[in-house]
């Protein structure tokens, strides 16, 4: 069984630093695409960027370009979304997800999802 | 980028009522690749459908899609309980991806 499980809530300060995890089992890690989507209070789904593990090839959304990191460790099957300078608009739910589809990037469907970071920023 | 229209964006309906959402996108999306996600309060999103009109593993029959180019539904035969949610479709023909707004489909 494929599962995603996400690191847990986080309470921030405007500014401060933050990397969030999401453990992955029941598949080959490495031969996945994991993305990372955002959900703000009350809103729709953003997708962020997506990993290849396998290679580290990171793409991201231009409207998170330069705002966070994506990065993946394969040797404990985990992908990570960071921040360096937390800002109040960055509280939001944020989900990772497996992609997989039979065509190459970026023809691939978010099929697994992890059960989501809650992370608030308030001074 | 690919913008994607939901309508209507609130669905008022009763159990074993027939739902049917629309998605219409800016421009025309190749070889189908459009999925729909539900979206239960304080759950995850849950794939439904892909490529217009396949059901993920363990969807019920009652969804269906259908759809290509620029306009794609999903219905959602007769409304049980659960289906009670907001639903999401998403093109991953070209990045950036995109999804729609969303169709909340409530209890009349």
């Known amino acids: 069984e494929v599962q995603l499980v996400q690191s847990g809530a986080e309470v921030k300060k405007p500014g401060e630093s933050l990397k969030i995890s999401c453990k992955t089992s029941?598949?080959?890690?490495?031969?996945?695409?994991i993305a990372w989507v955002r959900q703000m209070p009350g809103k729709g789904l953003e997708w962020m960027g997506v990993i290849y593990p396998g290679d580290s090839d990171t793409r991201y959304s231009p409207s998170f370009q330069g705002q966070v990191t994506i990065s993946a460790d394969t040797s404990i099957r985990t992908a990570y979304l960071q921040w360096s300078n937390l800002q109040a608009s960055d509280t939001a739910m944020y989900y990772c997800?497996?992609?997989?589809?039979?065509?190459?990037?970026?023809?691939?469907?978010?099929?697994?999802w992890g059960q989501g970071t809650l992370v608030t920023v308030s001074s | 980028e690919i913008v994607l229209t939901q309508s209507p964006g609130t669905l008022s309906l009763s159990p074993g009522e027939r739902a049917t959402l629309s998605c219409r996108a800016s421009?025309?999306?190749?070889?189908?690749?459009l999925a729909w996600y539900q979206q239960k309060p304080h759950q995850a999103p849950r794939l439904l459908i892909y490529d217009a009109s396949s059901r993920a593993t363990g969807i019920p029959d009652r969804f269906s899609g259908i759809g290509s180019g620029t306009d794609f539904t999903l219905t959602i035969s007769r409304l049980e309980p659960e289906d009670f949610a907001v639903y999401y479709c998403q093109q991953y023909d070209s990045s950036p991806w995109s999804f729609g707004q969303g169709t909340t489909v409530e209890v009349k």
């Open positions: 997800a497996r992609l997989t589809g039979s065509g190459s990037y970026p023809n691939k469907k978010f099929d697994s």
């Open positions: 029941g598949y080959t890690f490495s031969n996945s695409w």
């Open positions: 421009q025309s999306v190749s070889s189908s690749y």
